[in-house]
């Protein structure tokens, strides 16, 4: 499976970005499906995941109630929606996918087994 993450830029803070992340084929639905952020000079984080059937999403507290993780498994595609952005969301987003992973583990970006290559995202104050 490839994953390819889009819809990254730049944006002013306050403003809104829909990212979204295509497989290469039919993704199980059964898959958790996340996103991942890097900023330079700083380790990847855990931004947001939703979990089989998109039964279970969960957020970061630094983007809970801003950004939005929702799942079209027909399209095979994941979105992120950021609204209400700030400089400090600035950085490369990945989407990242698996199967079998517990809940209590879907923050670690070691549960994951696929990787799309990043896109861009830059927040101007």
């Known amino acids: 499976v490839q994953l390819q993450a889009s819809g990254g830029g730049l944006v002013q803070a306050g403003g809104s970005l829909r990212l979204s992340c295509a497989a290469s084929r039919r993704t199980n639905s059964r898959w958790t499906m996340g996103w991942f952020r890097q900023a330079p000079g700083k380790e990847r984080e855990f931004v947001s995941a939703?979990?089989?059937?998109?039964?279970?999403?969960i957020y970061a507290d630094s983007v809970r109630g801003r950004f939005t993780i929702s799942r079209e498994n027909a399209k095979n595609t994941v979105y992120l929606q950021m609204n209400n952005l700030k400089p400090e969301d600035t950085a490369v987003y990945y989407c990242?996918?698996?199967?079998?992973?517990?809940?209590?583990?879907?923050?670690?970006?070691?549960?994951?087994?696929?990787w799309g290559q990043g896109t861009q995202v830059t927040v101007s104050s």
């Open positions: 939703t979990t089989f059937n998109s039964a279970t999403t």
């Open positions: 990242a996918a698996g199967g079998g992973i517990i809940t209590s583990s879907v923050t670690r970006s070691v549960s994951y087994t696929y």
